[in-house]
């Protein structure tokens, strides 16, 4: 099964808030889909009137689906553009063994409509050894310097990161350093949070190295990242934090389409 964390943002405070998981399982003939709301969907309604998803109006169920939901479907770009392998291969992925759910998991499901993002669960290894990759945040926001320093990386190239003290954007930033200090960007929220405990940074034995570098793409999709580290045994990243919990616990998938939600055709 395939995880990934569904986050939106609050326009007034600039707060993000975990509000859903977008659960994949494949038998053997085709994936399946369920959508399930998290504790923080109800601190989000609560803290900054947030409201749910379109096709998935109730908080307290869960929504199967042979196909994937519309709401993320149309996140997906249209396989008819000109342009869908080389934004495939900006995101590290090839037309070849493509599938919805891993362009969902790279490219973050943004839209223009809406303050919505996907992202991937972290699922430690034996021992506890984790690795991601994800699209560098907040090149943007550095300075000409810095993006002038992009231009001369290349993929291996190892990286630094470091606790931001003065970021007022987000309690926890940490931020994405060349070897000669220039700041590149910031670790993603969903990252920096979800493998925070009791206000403790968790991870051990961090390496953060240069995966690909899209010159010819916007700022925002500059620099691909491969982050890797260690976690204590017995922590569970995100799962252990409330706001990421389900708020109804997980349920199969029903054999009778009038058990559960089913959202075919929302």
Do not use: C
Not at 56 to 63: K, N, S, T
Not at 151 to 168: I, T, Y
Not at 175 to 182: A, E, I, L, M, P
Not at 193 to 210: C, I, R, S
Request: proline share 8%; glycine share 4%; net charge negative.
């Amino acid at each position: 099964m395939t995880t990934l964390y569904v986050a939106w943002q609050d326009q007034k405070s600039r707060r993000w808030f975990p509000v859903g998981r977008l659960d994949s399982a494949r038998n053997s003939v085709e994936p399946r889909y369920s959508f399930s709301y998290v504790n923080g969907a109800k601190d989000a309604q609560t803290l900054a009137n947030f409201v749910p998803l379109l096709g998935f109006p109730e908080f307290d169920e869960i929504y199967h689906s042979e196909h994937l939901f519309p709401v993320f479907r149309n996140r997906l770009m249209n396989p008819r553009r000109p342009d869908r392998v080389e934004y495939l291969h900006h995101l590290g992925l090839r037309d070849s063994d493509w599938e919805p759910i891993t362009e969902l998991s790279a490219s973050k499901g943004t839209s223009r409509t809406d303050s919505f993002e996907v992202f991937p669960a972290i699922e430690p290894r034996a021992a506890g050894w984790f690795q991601t990759r994800f699209i560098l945040h907040g090149l943007r926001h550095t300075n000409a310097d810095s993006i002038r320093r992009t231009e001369s990386l290349q993929a291996g190239d190892e990286l630094q990161v470091a606790f931001d003290l003065n970021n007022p954007a987000a309690t926890h930033a940490i931020s994405v350093r060349s070897s000669d200090q220039y700041v590149l960007g910031w670790l993603p929220r969903y990252l920096v949070d979800g493998l925070h405990q009791d206000d403790a940074w968790k991870v051990t034995n961090v390496k953060t190295t240069v995966a690909q570098v899209n010159l010819d793409a916007p700022l925002s999709h500059r620099l691909l990242i491969d982050f890797s580290g260690k976690l204590p045994p017995d922590f569970r990243p995100m799962e252990d934090q409330p706001q990421y919990q389900p708020i109804v616990s997980a349920a199969p998938y029903p054999t009778n389409k009038s058990s559960g939600k089913n959202a075919d055709t929302v």
